[in-house]
């Protein structure tokens, strides 16, 4: 499968706990984006990667989130401390042109 | 600040009909409006993209066109199927490099056999 890859596919975890996710981007894309996706709400967007450089961050990523792509292939999405308000699709996307985004499967976090 | 609005929220239609989905956007300074598809439980699929000096895009039963001046955009799908169930999803992209597109709620479409 040559497509956007997002591990793991669903998450359920205790409030408090912390929690990673992973997103690995068809290889030659050099642009990375999370986004994120409530129950009945189109996707938000969180931060996005041009290679290993984060570029913007977005109000919605407080300080208990963290993002990362090292030597700008994988990314990890780190939550600390959650909270059942970060209970959501969390949507990994990949570019190579900056028009055409190829959206991952998504991690579902539960929040309890 | 961008907002995106589709309507209907819902929409049940028989197989075979032809349909309209709506998009309307408050800042006409877009760059492009995208069309998604999102089946229950994954990821987004691109349809079309419409740059902002196009006036419409076409890719076998679907074709989407945009309006800057009046903010509005919409989707049409011809002799729709079963197959294309699905909640649709319109998103805006205001800085010209897809970083923040700003989606609407989507429209949930049924198409009944």
């Not at chain 1, 977005?58 to 308000?85: M, V, W, Y």
């Amino acid at each position: 499968d040559t497509g956007v890859s997002q591990d793991p596919r669903h998450k359920i975890t205790k409030r408090g706990q912390n929690v990673t996710f992973r997103c690995d981007p068809i290889s030659e894309h050099n642009r990375l984006y999370w986004y994120r996706q409530t129950l009945g709400q189109g996707p938000e967007f969180l931060t996005y990667f041009q290679n290993e450089a984060q570029l913007e961050k977005s109000r919605l990523l407080s300080d208990r989130f963290s993002a990362e792509r090292p030597k700008g292939s994988f990314s990890t999405l780190e939550i600390q401390r959650t909270e059942q308000g970060d209970s959501a699709m969390y949507l990994c996307a990949s570019s190579l042109v900056v028009e055409e985004l190829f959206f991952g499967s998504g991690t579902q976090l539960s929040v309890l | 600040k961008q907002e995106v609005t589709q309507i209907p929220a819902a929409l049940s239609v028989p197989e075979g009909e032809n349909l309209v989905l709506n998009c309307s956007f408050t800042d006409s300074a877009i760059y492009n409006l995208q069309w998604f598809r999102q089946d229950p439980g994954k990821g987004l699929t691109s349809l079309l993209l419409i740059q902002s000096s196009q006036r419409e895009q076409t890719s076998g039963r679907l074709n989407a066109s945009l309006d800057k001046s009046s903010g509005r955009s919409t989707l049409y799908i011809a002799a729709s199927q079963p197959g294309d169930s699905a909640t649709y999803l319109c998103a805006a992209d205001t800085q010209g490099g897809s970083e923040k597109l700003v989606f609407g709620k989507g429209t949930k479409l049924t198409v009944n056999p």
